[in-house]
């Protein structure tokens, strides 16, 4: 497929260039055996985790803020430092006594250091550097989209390269994954997330007050409900569609669902905060438009890497990672997509979607195999809230300017 020879020829010169990455030896520990010890304090979930290099897991423990936040509404950023707080300790001894390891055993610890929520990505880091120091331990700081990214490779063997897109509550990106700290950027959200889209519409909604979902999250509470919804109710449009490029926004979107919610309020008769009778309705058509637009952009992700050649021919494989690739809606619309192109379609299993310390202490072993940023303990580090994954190549794509075959997005219930 010669769309653009001239361009192809420039994006090669680009593939070129890597990021340097200093690394150290692991301190004159020994070889065989290591051990390494994930923290994980990104958002609202504390984490930690005990691995072997082999990728056996010996001990977690995972504490949730999901209740409290649903309480007040949203993640308040100051009350998830405060629980970090509280209970980080707790949960990283809980990890080593499960593996029964003591400080002594490790080869070194990883902790989420970007990107995310700086006070709680500042509890972990401020853990962890009193942690290293005091048993003399190598660091890996760990760049928490990294570690979505490469949680399969723990589980089944997936060879580089392969296309990732990663979607949670705070990001949204497709990247070609070349190696363990090696990625090209193809796409990201120009706006919020499609996790904190289906979060804000559920809760304009009010589904916390719905008697099915009390208890779930706003995605959570969505996925349910529009399993008995009809999305065809409330045709909403897919952002993004005459841009011809693989980034995402969904701040329009929510914008849609608000400005139908109020009309379906009024025709009603009915204050904010009471549940709409079209509720399962609302859900989804919001469901559908996310999955819909996630499934186009990687479309196009697929066909530019085809046509530049940054996947292999054969048996090429997209990984669908972060908490919301744990939407089995979300996972059919992509199924759709690797059908039509030839991918083959990996996702972790739901509990590995979410946060949580296996998959930061996964990504400290690969580091740690490869000799890759392990730095000294009293290598001083800071936490980064905002931190772009690989080499940016969305101008690239862009310029490609790939219009997308069409795909019937009739996606099973």
């Not at 001990?59 to 950023?77: A, D, F, N, W, Y």
């Not at 979607?167 to 990247?175: D, P, Q, T």
Request: proline letters at 6%; glycine letters at 8%.
């Amino acid at each position: 497929m010669n769309m653009f020879p001239t361009k192809v020829t420039i994006l090669h010169r680009l593939l070129r260039f890597r990021h340097p990455c200093w690394s150290c030896p692991s301190l004159g520990r020994a070889p065989c055996s290591r051990l390494v010890l994930g923290i994980e304090t990104s958002c609202d979930d504390t984490g930690a985790a005990v691995m072997d290099e082999t990728g056996g897991l010996l001990g977690e423990s995972l504490h949730s803020q999901k209740q409290v936040h649903l309480r007040t509404g949203g993640i308040i950023p100051t009350v998830a430092q405060q629980l970090h707080r509280d209970n980080i300790e707790r949960v990283v001894q809980e990890a080593l006594e499960r593996s029964g390891t003591d400080p002594s055993r490790l080869s070194a610890v990883a902790t989420t250091v970007k990107p995310g929520l700086g006070l709680s990505l500042g509890v972990g880091l401020e853990f962890s550097q009193r942690f290293v120091r005091q048993h003399n331990l190598p660091f890996i700081p760990i760049h928490h989209m990294e570690a979505h990214a490469l949680t399969v490779r723990m589980l089944q063997p997936v060879a580089f390269p392969f296309l990732v897109l990663l979607v949670s509550g705070g990001h949204s990106l497709l990247a070609v994954a070349r190696g363990v700290d090696d990625f090209l950027l193809l796409g990201h959200t120009l706006d919020e997330a499609p996790g904190d889209t289906l979060d804000k519409v559920a809760r304009r909604l009010s589904l916390i007050e719905h008697p099915q979902c009390s208890t779930l999250s706003g995605g959570q509470a969505i996925e349910l409900l529009a399993k008995d919804g009809d999305r065809t109710r409330f045709p909403l449009r897919t952002p993004m569609g005459q841009t011809y490029d693989c980034c995402f926004s969904f701040a329009g979107l929510r914008n849609q669902v608000n400005m139908l919610i109020v009309k379906e309020e009024a025709e009603e008769g009915i204050e904010p905060g009471t549940l709409l009778s079209c509720v399962k309705d609302i859900a989804a058509a919001t469901q559908h438009t996310v999955a819909s637009h996630l499934a186009k952009r990687t479309h196009r992700a697929i066909l530019f890497c085809k046509a530049t050649g940054l996947l292999p021919s054969g048996a090429p494989t997209l990984v669908l990672s972060g908490g919301v690739a744990s939407n089995q809606y979300i996972r059919k619309a992509l199924t759709l997509i690797t059908d039509a192109t030839g991918l083959r379609l990996l996702c972790p299993p739901a509990k590995l979607c979410t946060d949580n310390g296996v998959m930061i202490a996964w990504n400290g072993v690969e580091r740690l195999r490869e000799g890759k940023g392990i730095l000294r303990p009293y290598v001083d580090v800071s936490y980064e809230p905002k931190a772009r994954l690989g080499v940016d190549m969305t101008a690239a794509v862009k310029a490609a300017a790939i219009r997308l075959p069409s795909v019937r997005m009739k996606i099973p219930d």
